[in-house]
């Protein structure tokens, strides 16, 4: 039943009938209370007037009531329905317009929370299309070239023709090939478990110094042209408030970023800790070609990559950064780049300490 069939049936049980009601008891009481003598005409329309007096004031009340109900309630709701239904209609650029200080105009107020939290969930989710077609085309694109550069190699080692030396020079290079394509399965894997929140985080007080020299000590042994160094400011421990699992991803990324496009003959990475009021900051520099300006404000953007990535057939799929600043804003923490073109590139976060 509509709020207008509501109201009519309201307005005569609650206002019309009682004083129908009451108007025909006063009615009979004046008939009875008048003496029908000689002035019974005179009395019959003073008690005439009397009720048709009430009636009249009646009708006056109950129309400026149904006005005041109209102006008030219908026609705002009849707005707010219209609105509505453009709303579910997909037109979400009309805003709710709040008419009245009451609970309609809190009405309105809410359907209009609503409908922006529409458009932004509307603006997340072409967003999120968006970024799935890059996904899909820079992950394809990324695992064309080491799969076809194995499929290459393989039929090169079937060959009768070639030598135990060509043969283990090809194998050697299908193997650092299936290491490309590990590293990007790993990074797909990692940015699914983000985006659908079921990446598990387990804080713990970690000593970072040590955390750091063991994980700059693993690269040490796959990159052995390349020469590490580790700076901090203190002698005494830098603890932190940290994922190991999780930190270790970032620190991956961060130095397999590096090492990737490093063109020059001496390879230097410098990792240094600092401290300071409730958080410690790590450093990651290298001396590599360095990133220009235009691309440095969009590196940690997801998917993207910039026109000097591309020139690396193991460019990556554009996650790497993307992931680790999710990691670090996870941990409570925030990461930055700083660079300078033919100097290099210093990546750093921050961790917050753990008695912050």
């Known amino acids: 039943m509509s709020i207008r069939k509501r109201f009519i049936r309201s307005n005569i049980s609650i206002v ?10 006063e009615g009979y009481l004046l008939l009875y209370t008048f003496d029908f003598s000689a002035q019974e005409g005179d009395q019959l329309t003073f ?23 109209m102006k008030n309630i219908i026609k705002p709701m009849k707005n707010l329905t219209k609105a509505a239904e453009e709303v579910s209609a997909g037109q979400m650029d009309a805003p709710f ?43 394809s694109n990324d695992l064309r070239l080491p799969m076809s550069f194995i499929k290459e190699q ?55 110094r040590s955390f750091i020299i063991e994980v700059m000590e693993e690269f040490q042994v796959e990159w052995e042209e390349v020469t590490f ?24 990324h961060l130095l397999n970023n590096s090492l990737r496009f490093m063109e020059k003959e001496e390879k230097k990475i410098e ?9 410690s900051i790590v450093e990651v520099t290298d001396n590599g070609p360095g990133i220009l300006d235009n691309d440095l404000p969009h590196i940690f953007e997801m998917f993207y990559q910039s026109e000097q990535t591309k020139l690396f057939s193991e460019g990556g799929s554009g996650l790497g950064l993307p992931i680790s600043k999710r990691i670090i804003e996870e941990h409570g923490g925030s990461i930055k780049a700083t660079s300078r073109i033919g100097h290099g590139t210093t990546m750093s976060f921050t961790l917050p300490s753990y008695d912050s």
């Not at 160094?229 to 991803?249: C, G, H, I, M, N």
């Not at 990792?271 to 958080?279: A, L, P, T, Y």
Request: hydrophobic share 45%.
């Open 47 to 69: 008690a005439s007037i009397h009720i048709a007096g009430w009636l009249i004031l009646l009708l006056i009340t109950n129309a400026l009531f149904i006005y005041f109900v």
């Open 154 to 208: 393989i039929e090169f080692m079937q060959r009768e023709d070639i030598s135990k030396e060509e043969a283990d020079s090809a194998l050697q290079a299908v193997h650092m090939k299936s290491i490309v394509l590990e590293r990007l399965i790993d990074e797909l894997f990692q940015h699914s478990e983000l985006d659908m929140g079921r990446l598990a985080f387990y804080f713990k007080r970690l000593e970072l």
């Open 271 to 279: 990792i240094r800790i600092k401290e300071r009021q409730g958080e």
């Open 229 to 252: 160094t580790f700076e901090s400011e203190k002698v005494k421990p830098y603890e932190v408030k940290a994922d190991p699992e999780q930190l270790k991803r970032v620190m991956v």
């Open 97 to 139: 317009v709040r008419m009245k200080k009451d609970e309609i105009g809190k009405l309105a107020d809410s359907f209009e929370n609503l409908r922006l939290q529409l458009l932004e969930s509307e603006d997340v989710k072409n967003k999120y299309s968006e970024n799935r077609k890059k996904l899909l085309y820079n992950i």
């Open 16 to 25: 019309i009938i009682p004083i129908l009601l009451f108007l025909f008891a």
